[in-house]
């Protein structure tokens, strides 16, 4: 189950294919998973340590950002900074990256509110991270989905490193992290790289074999942007309605993914009333 196959290739060049900043790609079993990998990988390869995060940002049960420190946290030297505040992140990296390896980032919040990327911050997180050597990972576990080459392609910047998940093994656990080929060479053992990524599960034919079909049979582009369509449809209806009945309710996101904020008995109303609608 967990040896090397020739699905893991096949399962490699599909996503590599789909994401043009994927040049080579290695399989976890998780999103957090993922974007552990990831992290080490940056403070290895920049022979750095530290790594901006920004606040309500969410990367796993053990990389969250939500509530300030949590118990729960692995013990990175973080940077927790505003969302879409590229002053504070200039501030933060200085001249010289300030020994900070990477900024991770979602390019927009999902658990933080479907808060999407303002227009430029991206484009501006890009630069910084190139004049001061800093690795700029996006976190695209949910939001590969926006369009066939993931959000990244929608708001037209490319990471160094980027991390996927959830749906492309359609339901079975998988997660993946992948980027530029000489950053990966570090997990080249047999080109002196030194970094080696065990886990019984990485690979496991099942989750490959699923990504194999989920990519090439599944989740066309056509369907990719069937779905998005309709979740901006969904979204512009609700807005309508909402600002028709004078009530306070904000609808945010991009595509399918969306969430509705509202001041919380409103909310709470809401949830119920749309449970009763089944
Ligand atoms: C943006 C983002 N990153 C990472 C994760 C963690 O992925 P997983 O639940 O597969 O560990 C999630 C999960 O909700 C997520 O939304």
Redesign the pocket.
Known sequence: MGATHTVEIEAARLVAARFPSIEQVRFTN????A?LMALGLALHHTGRSRIVVFERG????V?SFDHGPSPLNVPHDFIVLPFNDIESVRAAVGIDGSGIACVLV?LMQ??GGCTPADDGFLHDLRELCDKTETLLIF?E???SRLSPGGAQELFGVMPDIT?L??YLAGGLTF?AFGGRADIFAAFDLSAGGVLSQAGTFNNNILSMRAVVATIDEVLTPELIATVNERGERLRDGLTRIFSENERPFDVTGVGSLMAIHAPEAELELFFHAMLDKG
């Open positions: 998780s999103g957090t998973e974007n969410y990367h796993g049960g990389l979602e999902g658990a976190d576990v949910m939001t991390t998940g959830k997660g």
